[in-house]
């Protein structure tokens, strides 16, 4: 009985071992980050504002790279770069986040760094940071956001952008589109050019689209008018897809869906038959090629 109450003992002193240890590190944690615990909880919503402008013509280029934050980008008829970002957040969230600017010739670099020591569980602070730039209307543009919306306007060049968890919305643009979004809505108004665009996670709206289009979601729906066709290809795996098109378009159409149905209000040669699509409009063109795996494409005029 003595040699079992003794096992017993140990297994329970060691157990408590444990625990205090674990208390330790997780202490030490919070210590290591904000001094004290009692300095996390006092931390109190503050805000910053960076501000820049930088001298440039026409035809040159943007490059942001951003860790977080929401990026708007308009264009103007200005012959300036003209920065304004802010900051809001806890006191010690907003010592951690960095911003460099950057001019050579006539690009300009903006990039804006989140400093990441450790993980704590117990981490209530937040941190939003928002970036509103005006640059002339014939600009191009790099933009990449870890963490938030992009939207462009009124801009005259080609434009590559990249979010990993916002929406992507382009109004008024004239030059090539490639966005894309791991989890956000993506928005195109008046835009001519070559369109490339992705989502994994979200629904796709394309009005007035004059250029070469190509977009693509792993779960919407997707919804095209456009005004010419340039080369269409269209493609969801668990939406809708719906395209307006010019009654005086001309184009080979290829459509198909595994779990709905495909119609035509345009008149075309060629036939519909068991959720595909396989004709021409117009006498035939440029291919449109509309897939989904999981809805119903609809092609109608567009008023």
């Not at 290591?32 to 501000?51: F, L, Q, R």
């Not at 956000?184 to 709206?205: D, H, R, Y």
Request: hydrophobic fraction near 35%.
């Amino acid at each position: 009985m003595s040699k079992t109450m003794s096992v017993g003992t140990k297994i329970i002193i060691l157990i408590a071992f444990a625990v205090l240890f674990g208390a330790a590190m997780i202490a030490f944690s919070v210590r290591t980050k904000t001094g004290n615990v009692c300095d996390n909880w006092s931390s109190i919503d503050a805000d910053k504002k960076y501000e820049q402008t930088f001298n440039v013509q026409p035809d040159g280029k943007l490059i942001i790279d951003a860790d977080i934050g929401n990026i708007s980008v308009t264009g103007g008829d200005v012959h300036e770069v003209s920065v304004q970002i802010y900051v809001e957040g806890s006191d010690e969230q907003i010592k951690k986040y960095n911003i460099k600017f950057d001019q050579d010739g006539n690009t300009v670099k903006i990039k804006g760094n989140y400093k990441r020591r450790h993980i704590n569980l117990f981490q209530t602070d937040w941190l939003d940071v928002q970036f509103d730039i005006k640059i002339p209307n014939n600009f191009n543009l790099d933009i990449q956001t870890s963490g938030g919306n992009i939207t462009v306007t009124n801009v005259n060049g080609n434009i590559n952008g990249e979010t990993s968890g916002g929406n992507i919305e382009i109004l008024n643009v004239d030059g090539d589109i490639r966005m894309e979004t791991s989890g956000g809505n993506v928005v195109v108004k008046q835009a001519s050019g070559k369109l490339f665009l992705e989502t994994s996670g979200g629904n796709i709206e394309l009005k007035n689209i004059d250029g070469k289009l190509n977009a693509s979601t792993s779960g919407g729906n997707i919804y095209a008018s456009a005004i010419s066709n340039m080369g269409i290809d269209l493609s969801t795996s668990g939406g809708n897809i719906t395209v307006e098109l010019p009654k005086t378009i001309t184009a080979d159409v290829r459509a198909e869906t595994s779990g709905g149905d495909v119609s035509c209000d345009l008149e075309f040669s060629g036939k519909i038959k068991d959720g595909s699509m396989k004709g021409k409009i117009g006498g035939g063109g440029n291919m449109i090629r509309l897939e989904t795996s999981g809805g119903d494409i609809v092609i109608t005029p567009l008023e």
